[in-house]
């Protein structure tokens, strides 16, 4: 099972920005999918989450400005991301709790993390 990043990138502040997060693989079932961030010489916080009955939850920082979403067909979760701040700028993590078939088709649940793509946002 992988969970594969896209979307990140440089941008002004005030821009807008779409993160996407993939997961592939032999997946059965995805639970609560998220977004953390880690900012240079910071730890890594939750941005946002959404369970698998769409309930989302924000980082005091990013509410009114992110939103996230997912589509359950495609197993894919976005974030969509406006009104960007410097202090936005972090490699975005993806994590989703899921379940998977192994390789003797045993169900295996796990949290799984996406790759990271970095978002920069400077003039």
């Known amino acids: 099972v992988q969970l594969q990043a896209s979307g990140g990138g440089l941008v002004q502040p005030g821009g807008s920005l779409r993160l996407s997060c993939a997961a592939s693989?032999?997946?059965?079932?995805?639970?609560?999918m998220g977004w953390y961030r880690q900012a240079p010489g910071k730890q890594r916080e939750l941005a946002a989450s959404?369970?698998?009955?769409?309930?989302?939850n924000y980082v005091d920082s990013v509410k009114g400005r992110f939103t996230i979403s997912r589509d359950s067909a495609k197993k894919t979760v976005y974030l969509q991301m406006d009104s960007l701040k410097p202090e936005d700028t972090a490699v975005y993590y993806c994590?989703?709790?899921?379940?998977?078939?192994?390789?003797?088709?045993?169900?295996?649940?796990?949290?799984?993390w996406g790759q990271g793509t970095q978002l920069t946002v400077s003039s």
């Open positions: 994590n989703a709790d899921l379940g998977y078939f192994d390789y003797a088709s045993n169900p295996v649940m796990v949290i799984s």
């Open positions: 693989g032999s997946v059965f079932v995805i639970y609560s």
């Open positions: 959404i369970t698998s009955s769409d309930i989302t």
